[in-house]
Structures are given as structure tokens and as C-alpha cells.
């Protein structure tokens, strides 16, 4: 691929640092702990409206050998789909037996290598920079990703080498993946891109990483988030877990869809009610996936469907989809029902025709304040907005009862045929604006 990237290198020398300052987005977890990046992360790399793909790679250990083989595989495949990889070392550190290793594996793959020298941020010997020529690179760069030493030289001499000719376009489909660990999430997505793309694994929590992964599907272009397993406050003493909470929650502020994935052999919990709270009050398209049906019984998934009338009850028009990831079933139906909310999305709605389906509710259903005087709602308009949001004019808005604003909602969104996209009403007490002689 020649407008991909890698980043490499042995742990714990700033890869993730480097990455989240050169796609400018914090997306990577950064700590001072060997083998936190467990995966391989996506994102791009801006320069001058041209784009390259950029791999942050796992750092290759011996620490843990499941994860360790694991990472190397990944590592490996990003290397083979780049057309130029970054050596990440570390100054701090000076030169090692891993770096060497590394090198020589970069050299067997015949693939076009930049050495950087991280951590350049404090005055270091110059004897001790020249330690890594070394390795036989020609062009290095010592930098400092945590103060932004040296990284435009080097962006610039990245976009020189592969002579990038893509050009970027603002990608605004963002679909998250969220639920509790070990519900088959990355399973699931590697079902969709056809690939072996997350790192799957019987150990809960195996994702660490929220991963940014591109998508296409009937020629509409998504960004996939795979985010970690949110895990109870109780299980998440571990820094690691922590992290890992805030950027799957940074997924649902930065989506436009979410997905929240529930095990099939598990009933609806506390966890998932909380975790389906959150993604309502960030006010984001909302599908449930009940992954793992060829796991249960007909018994067993009747007892489940009536479990999940929660989410239904809660949110009208809730999509809920069975899948078995392992066996590919229902997957496509799961893609389409993501298009046709991210098509809904965008629709724009007249105030003429907005207006009318106020005035249809209220004649239906009037409403009336607590000294039982009827309260009058003249029309209504779309606001410019990031999510689907409706402005309500009339008088005494602030008298609307709460179950009058639900029901608004309700029927707004079924009128529209809008069932699974939030509907945000805004309430105000203004005069109509096209009705001059108001």
C-alpha cells in the first residue's frame, strides 16, 4: 500500500506518544508500562490536504508470550502493507539487542526504512546519537514527541519519500462498538472487514486500544470504532482499565452510530443499561446487537427478547439485531440498518412540513398546563446541528410536561420515519419568524 506507514519499535519508546502527535488525535493509550498497545491502531497522518494511512504497531516482547505472538503477526502485517516504516528507539535508552533485531527483520522484508530517535527532548551527548548509526539507516531524525522536537522535519521527509498523491476527505461516519469485554466485539468486526484485523482472544479484556478502523460499504465510507470492553468501576482499579474506559467513551462522543454488542449467553445487566444510558445522553443513533445466538436454544433466546424490552421502553424505535459473528449470520442486515441510520442522519426536513406534524400531535393529543389552560405550539424547524435537532416555538414551552415532550418525540420520529435516530427537541418562546404579521 503506498500510502500506508508503520510505526515500529521494541516497547515503551514513545510509539503511541509519536503516533497521537502526528494524526493529532489522542487515540492511543500512553503509559509508562511495557506492552499497553496490544493491537495495531489506524489513523491518519495530514500534511498540505494529502493524507497517509499511519500504523501504530505493538511493541515486540517476550513478556507475555499470548500476546506477544499476537503482536508480532500484527506488526508483521502492517509492515507488509506499508511502503515505508518509522524504527522507533529511544535516546533515553540508547541503542539495544532489540533494536538490532528489529532492524534486521526490516532488512529481510526489504522495506524502506526512517530511523527516529525519540525521547531527544533533554540534552543528550552527541556520541551517544551516533550510537544508532549503528543500525545502517541512512536518514535519521531524532525527535521529541512529547514537546514536538524535530516532528515537522520529519513529516515532511515522510511525505518526500512516499510521495503521497491522496488527498484528504473529512470522513463524518463513525460507528463505535461498545459493551462489555468478551461479548465478541473484535470478533465481530473482523466478520465485517473479511479480516483478521483486531486481535481476538478468551481473556476478557484482550482489546486495549480504542482502534479507528477504515470501512467501506455500498460506496459510503465509515470509520469503525472497536473499542475496549467497559468494564464495572470495581474491576477497573488497574491504570490500564482506566484508559481504556475513557477512550471507549471518547468513541461514543466522537461517533455517529452506536453499536452495543450483548452476549447472547448473558442476561441484560446493570453494565449494559449503564453503558446504553451513556450512549443516550450523548444522544447518538443507537443498535443492539445480540451477538453469539448460535450459543442458545429457541427457549433460551425467547427468554432473552423478553429480557431486552428494556431498551425498547426507553428509546423508541430501538434497532435490535441478533448476529452470530462466528457463523457470519445476519451481518449484512446489521451494515444496512448502519447505512440507512447514517442516510437518516442527514436528512433535512422543511419548517412547513415540520409544522404540520406539530399541529397533527397537537390536535391528537392537546396539551394543557396545571391550571389546565392549553398550551399553544406554533411551529417548528430544524437547527443546524451535528445530530437531528428541532426547535419548538410557542407559549408557556417551559409548562410542558415531560411525558408531552416524550411523546413529541415519539411521533416526530415516526412521522419522519426516523425510528433509531434521537430526535432532540429544543423548546422556545418566540414569535413565528415567517409568519410576518405575527
Known amino acids: 500500500m503506498t500510502n500506508s506507514i508503520a510505526l515500529v519499535g521494541r516497547t515503551n519508546v514513545g510509539k503511541s506518544l509519536l503516533y497521537n502527535k502526528l494524526v493529532q488525535y489522542k487515540n492511543s493509550i500512553v503509559l509508562n508500562k511495557h506492552g499497553v498497545t496490544r493491537d495495531v491502531n489506524q489513523?491518519?497522518?495530514?500534511?498540505?490536504?494529502?493524507?497517509?494511512?499511519?500504523?501504530?504497531?505493538?511493541?515486540?516482547?517476550?513478556?507475555?508470550?499470548?500476546?506477544?505472538?499476537?503482536?508480532?503477526?500484527?506488526?508483521?502485517?502492517?509492515?507488509?502493507?506499508?511502503?515505508?516504516?518509522?524504527?522507533?528507539?529511544?535516546?533515553?535508552?540508547?541503542?539495544?539487542?532489540?533494536?538490532?533485531?528489529?532492524?534486521?527483520?526490516?532488512?529481510?522484508?526489504?522495506?524502506?526504512?526512517?530511523?527516529?530517535?525519540?525521547?531527544?527532548?533533554?540534552?543528550?551527548?552527541?556520541?551517544?546519537?551516533?550510537?544508532?548509526?549503528?543500525?545502517?539507516?541512512?536518514?535519521?531524525?531524532?525527535v521529541s514527541a512529547k514537546t514536538n522536537k524535530g516532528l515537522l522535519p520529519l513529516i515532511q521527509k515522510i511525505f518526500q519519500t512516499t510521495k503521497s498523491s491522496f488527498h484528504y476527505e473529512s470522513n463524518k461516519n463513525r460507528v463505535a462498538f461498545i459493551?462489555?469485554?468478551?461479548?465478541?466485539?473484535?470478533?465481530?468486526?473482523?466478520?465485517?472487514?473479511?479480516?483478521?484485523?483486531?486481535?481476538?482472544?478468551?481473556?476478557?479484556?484482550?482489546?486495549?486500544?480504542?482502534?479507528?478502523?477504515?470501512?467501506?460499504?455500498?460506496?459510503?465510507?465509515?470509520?469503525?470504532?472497536?473499542?475496549?470492553?467497559?468494564?464495572?468501576?470495581?474491576?477497573?482499579?488497574?491504570?490500564?482499565?482506566?484508559?481504556?474506559?475513557?477512550?471507549?467513551?471518547?468513541?461514543?462522543?466522537d461517533s455517529n452510530i452506536c453499536v452495543l454488542v450483548i452476549s447472547a449467553l448473558e442476561l441484560v445487566s446493570k453494565q449494559d443499561k449503564n453503558i446504553f444510558n451513556i450512549i443516550k445522553e450523548n444522544n447518538k443513533p443507537f443498535i443492539l446487537v445480540i451477538n453469539k445466538i448460535d450459543l442458545i436454544n429457541k427457549i433460551e433466546l425467547r427468554k432473552l427478547k423478553s429480557n431486552i424490552e428494556y431498551f425498547s421502553n426507553i428509546l423508541f424505535g430501538t434497532k435490535i439485531i441478533y448476529i452470530s459473528a462466528l457463523e457470519n449470520r445476519n451481518i449484512r442486515k446489521l451494515l444496512f440498518t448502519i447505512n440507512t441510520l447514517t442516510s437518516n442522519l442527514y436528512k433535512e426536513f422543511r419548517p412547513s412540513k415540520l409544522t404540520k406534524i406539530l399541529n397533527d400531535a397537537c390536535n391528537k393529543h392537546p396539551i394543557k398546563n396545571n391550571r389546565n389552560r392549553p398550551i399553544k405550539l406554533k411551529f417548528a424547524k430544524q437547527n443546524k446541528s451535528s445530530d437531528l435537532s428541532i426547535s419548538i416555538h410557542g407559549n408557556q414551552t417551559d409548562k410542558i410536561p415531560d411525558s408531552y415532550r416524550k411523546y413529541l418525540v415519539n411521533y416526530f420520529s415516526n412521522q419522519l420515519g426516523l425510528s433509531g435516530v434521537p430526535i432532540r427537541l429544543i423548546f422556545k418562546k418566540e414569535k413565528n419568524p415567517f409568519n410576518m404579521g405575527s
Open 179 to 253: 459493551g462489555k469485554p468478551n461479548v465478541g466485539k473484535s470478533t465481530l468486526i473482523n466478520c465485517i472487514l473479511n479480516e483478521s484485523r483486531s486481535i481476538t482472544s478468551n481473556i476478557p479484556g484482550t482489546t486495549i486500544d480504542s482502534l479507528e478502523i477504515p470501512f467501506t460499504f455500498k460506496g459510503r465510507d465509515y470509520y469503525i470504532y472497536d473499542t475496549a470492553g467497559i468494564m464495572k468501576k470495581s474491576s477497573s482499579k488497574e491504570i490500564i482499565n482506566k484508559y481504556s474506559i475513557n477512550m471507549s467513551l471518547k468513541c461514543i462522543s
Open 43 to 142: 489513523g491518519r497522518l495530514l500534511y498540505e490536504e494529502k493524507y497517509l494511512n499511519l500504523y501504530d504497531t505493538a511493541g515486540i516482547t517476550s513478556e507475555d508470550k499470548e500476546f506477544s505472538q499476537l503482536a508480532y503477526e500484527k506488526t508483521i502485517d502492517a509492515i507488509n502493507k506499508s511502503s515505508l516504516v518509522l524504527l522507533v528507539t529511544s535516546l533515553e535508552d540508547g541503542i539495544t539487542s532489540s533494536d538490532y533485531e528489529i532492524c534486521d527483520i526490516l532488512r529481510k522484508l526489504n522495506k524502506k526504512t526512517i530511523l527516529v530517535i525519540n525521547k531527544s527532548d533533554k540534552q543528550k551527548s552527541a556520541l551517544k546519537k551516533y550510537e544508532f548509526h549503528e543500525l545502517g539507516l541512512k536518514d535519521v531524525f531524532d
